[in-house]
């Protein structure tokens, strides 16, 4: 029922126009000026980026989405005036163990990849540590990530997936324009200048995984829980002069371009990996009727629109649309 959650509020078409346009506009910004600015130009602000401090260079590519996810809570809360649980999970409670075993999940993966690969090509990874930089580097990351991440996820699996659901009631098209939309978005990175657009497959395909996780979980709690993990890994692990992160990470990819073995990487996470943790999901919270739960029909409850008080977080009910469907008949 995650998707109906979106039933809950005032969907008049100029709120949902509204809202989209504001939540997307810093996306949709980066990718005509990627459009329309040359090769040389761009090749320029790549290398004025890398001239910033790697960590006030995190800050400042950061620091946008803590406004941007405070903005959309709020329009969702105040101009579609549903609650910030509707917009996260059909559970009566956001559930943080998800959220931390999904971190721990990726975390645990992540590492022991890198461990296989280090010791098989360690000749392009050198020891980075410094103490000071990378303590800074962890409070910084802690602190702003749950912010970027949570953007990215209540924006394209919690508002726009619900929305455009109800729009089609269909739960696939969502799933699919959502996860195509979060790999376009992310196309001005700097991986994709440099290995070309297959690394496209990874964007969408991390956008599908956690689409996939969303619906099947009825939450974004393992969504949130598992972008923010890789997130973080990708900062604190091992960077690159080559990634959209420059950081002063425990570890440092000094191959001057990505090499085949990194677009490789990134095509077996998404064949191998991401099955693989879909599976272990599967099991851990025993998923099932995978068919109706991706690919169903979304039904509206029967009934006027039920719009929540959000007034008080003690007063936010989420609603049984079955039970409401049976007092409709009673009466």
Not at 80 to 97: A, E, G, M, V, Y
Request: hydrophobic share 50%.
């Amino acid at each position: 029922m995650y998707i109906e959650q979106a039933y809950k509020g005032d969907n008049t078409g100029w709120k949902v126009i509204l809202t989209t346009l504001i939540a997307t506009g810093i996306f949709i910004v980066n990718f005509i000026t990627y459009l329309f600015i040359s090769a040389e130009d761009l090749d320029k602000t790549y290398e004025m980026m890398k001239s910033i401090p790697p960590l006030l260079n995190l800050i400042i590519n950061l620091a946008p989405f803590v406004v941007l996810v405070l903005l959309l809570i709020l329009m969702v809360v105040f101009l579609h005036q549903r609650s910030f649980l509707s917009l996260t999970t059909s559970r009566k409670k956001i559930d943080f163990s998800r959220i931390a075993f999904s971190a721990c999940l990726i975390i645990g993966l992540t590492l022991a990849m890198f461990a296989v690969g280090y010791y098989m090509e360690p000749e392009n990874i050198e020891w980075n540590f410094k103490p000071v930089k990378f303590a800074l580097l962890v409070v910084v990351s802690l602190i702003l990530f749950p912010f970027q991440i949570g953007f990215e996820e209540y924006l394209f699996r919690g508002y726009l997936m619900q929305q455009i659901g109800i729009l089609v009631k269909n739960r696939w098209f969502p799933l699919v324009l959502t996860s195509i939309l979060f790999g376009v978005m992310h196309s001005a990175n700097p991986e994709v200048a440099e290995m070309g657009y297959i690394t496209m497959v990874f964007y969408i395909g991390f956008g599908l995984l956690m689409g996939i996780m969303t619906l099947m979980d009825e939450g974004l709690e393992l969504a949130l829980g598992f972008h923010f993990g890789n997130n973080l890994m990708a900062a604190l692990l091992i960077s690159s002069d080559w990634s959209a992160l420059q950081t002063d990470s425990l570890f440092k990819n000094t191959a001057e371009s990505a090499s085949s073995g990194v677009v490789q990487e990134m095509l077996i996470s998404v064949c191998i990996s991401f099955p693989v943790i879909l599976f272990v999901l599967a099991k851990k919270y025993n998923w099932s009727n995978w068919k109706e739960r991706l690919t169903g029909k979304v039904v509206a409850p029967l009934g006027d629109v039920v719009v929540e008080n959000t007034n008080s977080h003690d007063s936010l009910v989420q609603n049984d649309y079955s039970k409401l469907s049976d007092d409709k008949k009673s009466n």
